[in-house]
């Protein structure tokens, strides 16, 4: 239903006469009376029945003006929400990987709490894929997500990309084990992520130009796990280096060539205008 109609049908419910109507609004008293008949074609049934020299609400009239007060009030509460010279509020949905989260999210959701409080920013902890589903189904309003150098994302027409940060990563071995070429771990078991492929391609790539083919045995989510499967001797597998990894993990260097992890924020084309989302964004950590 126009917005501008049931404005005209509230007043009318409040004043009781067109004319005071059209002065209130700023309008002619033909104007709204053409707007109420309108109104009540929309809503297929009578909205005003004469009253003498006047008119007055019908049961249904009286009804539709209750819930005006409660549709108007939600329109502007909608503008003031887009608004974007309006303090930023409202419910952000972020969907990002772990480390994500905690490297350039966290800091930036401390920050708005002293900045601008009527901001809610609500965390969904996915894998890459996972996230960028939801934002595609616009189930959530910012994705943090990952690729690696050496196993690159595909990004879609209508996603805006921010690069965020890079970490390098490496092989992940037990510390009592000497240093060895890349090529000495044909034989080994291999550990590889469960919910996202990008680190099997990266393995499967480095193993390609070392000559062999890897035995993926395990697939663990968790890198404190596969720290743990580490220790015991049950694989090695690619992990961050710089990272606190378990005592007895070691992650050596990788070289010719480095591998890299790449983290990004990532959202729908033209959505950065809503003045929560671009609030998070400004404030979140990208280095």
């Not at 952000?92 to 999210?105: C, D, E, P, Q, W």
């Not at 879609?156 to 037990?174: F, K, Q």
């Amino acid at each position: 239903m126009d917005v501008r109609r049931l404005q005209m049908l509230l007043e009318l419910s409040r004043l009781g006469s067109m004319h005071e109507v059209a002065a209130e609004l700023g309008t002619t008293t033909s104007s709204v009376s053409q707007g109420i008949a309108a109104l009540a074609r929309d809503a297929e049934t009578p909205l005003v029945e004469p009253d003498g020299r006047r008119v007055r609400l019908t049961p249904a009239g009286h009804r539709l003006a209750e819930h005006a007060v409660t549709i108007l009030a939600a329109v502007d509460t909608a503008r003031l929400d887009l608004d974007p010279a309006a303090e930023p509020a409202g419910v952000l949905r972020v969907a990002g990987f772990a480390t994500g989260i905690r490297r350039s999210l966290l800091p930036a959701i401390g920050d708005l709490a002293r900045t601008h409080p009527h901001i809610e920013v609500r965390v969904h902890e996915y894998e890459p894929v996972e996230a960028l589903d939801l934002l595609g189904r616009d189930d959530v309003d910012l994705a943090i997500t990952y690729d690696y150098n050496l196993a690159p994302a595909s990004w879609r027409s209508d996603h805006d990309i921010a690069p965020l940060w890079e970490i390098e990563w490496g092989l992940g071995v037990p510390t009592s084990q000497q240093r060895t070429p890349f090529t000495e771990y044909a034989d080994h078991d291999w550990i590889v992520n469960s919910r996202n492929t990008a680190d099997e391609e990266v393995l499967r790539t480095l193993a390609s130009m070392a000559g062999f083919t890897p035995r993926v045995v395990h697939r663990i989510d968790a890198l404190e796990l596969v720290d743990d499967l580490i220790v015991a001797g049950l694989g090695v597998g690619l992990l961050p280096r710089g990272r606190a990894s378990r005592r007895g993990v070691t992650v050596r260097p990788l070289r010719d060539p480095k591998v890299k992890l790449r983290g990004y924020a990532v959202t729908r084309r033209g959505r950065d205008r809503w003045p929560p989302l671009r609030a998070v964004l400004e404030r979140l950590a990208y280095g």
